[in-house]
Structure formats: C-alpha cells, structure tokens
C-alpha cells in the first residue's frame, strides 16, 4: 500500500536533538494550476535541523519531479527540479511544539522552475535552434538528466 504523503512540511521543535538532526522526507506540498508545469510526486527533503537559542536553523537540499512542456519544442519532458541551498531560520518560542516550512519549501522549489524549460540542451526546436536566451536559470537545466 502507498503512503499517503503529509501536506506540510513540519519540524518537531519540541523533540529535536540539542546537537542538531538530519531529516529526510517526502511530503506533498507543490500543487500548481498550470497546464504546463505540473509537478508529481512530493518534494524529497534532506535536511539538517538545528535550534540555536530560540531560532531554528535550516539547511539542506529538495527536489521535486515536474513534467514540463519543452519551450523549444512543444514536447513534454519529464525532469527534476533540485534546490541545493535551501536554508530558513524560524523564531521559536517555548510553546512552539513544531515549526511549519511548507511555505519556504514551496516558494524555493517554484523559484528553481526555469523559465524556459528545454526537454535537451540540443533540442532542435520546432522549426530551427532557438537563440539561447541571455537568462542565468537556465544553467540549472545543464545538470539534469532528461528521462
Ligand atoms: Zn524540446
């Protein structure tokens, strides 16, 4: 049977070790109303999680599955939209039994989405290569790995 991802993305402030944790995890916290962005699966988390004092420290990496549409070709792709620095710090006080990230988390894997998705780095286009466009986040597309 399949587990039923959370909807949030929660830190149990009141249990966490002293010395710091690393949390691991998959929760359901990107739904987009965009025909041409849809992500599926949950956002898979890596984190290290620590208090200092009463602010909560957090670090680590996520990375969400999206089928986009290729904005060269027209075709849908499949690919993985990775964050790798993603760091928050939350103020907590002594009642706050958990800290909620879902809308950090959100946020971070929706500003990595490129704003010209290709489906390759060589993707002919419909008609002929498109000039690459003078835009930084399409580097992030150089490492993935298109399926
Ligand atoms: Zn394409």
Known sequence: MEKELEKKLLIDVARLDPEGEELE???????????????????RYRLTAQLFGTELLVRGH????????????????????????????????????????T??????????????????EDCPGIVQKAERPADERWGALDGLKVK
């Open 25 to 43: 995890g998959e929760v359901d916290i990107v739904d987009l109303d965009e025909p041409y962005v849809k992500p599926f699966g949950g956002v």
């Open 62 to 101: 996520l990375e969400q599955d999206f089928d986009l549409v290729c904005s060269r070709c027209g075709e849908d792709f499949d690919t993985t939209i990775e964050v790798d620095d993603f760091t928050v710090s939350v103020e907590i006080s002594e009642k706050d039994q958990w800290a909620d990230l």
């Open 103 to 120: 809308t950090d988390a959100r946020e971070s894997i929706i500003l990595a989405l490129p704003t010209y998705p290709v489906c390759a």
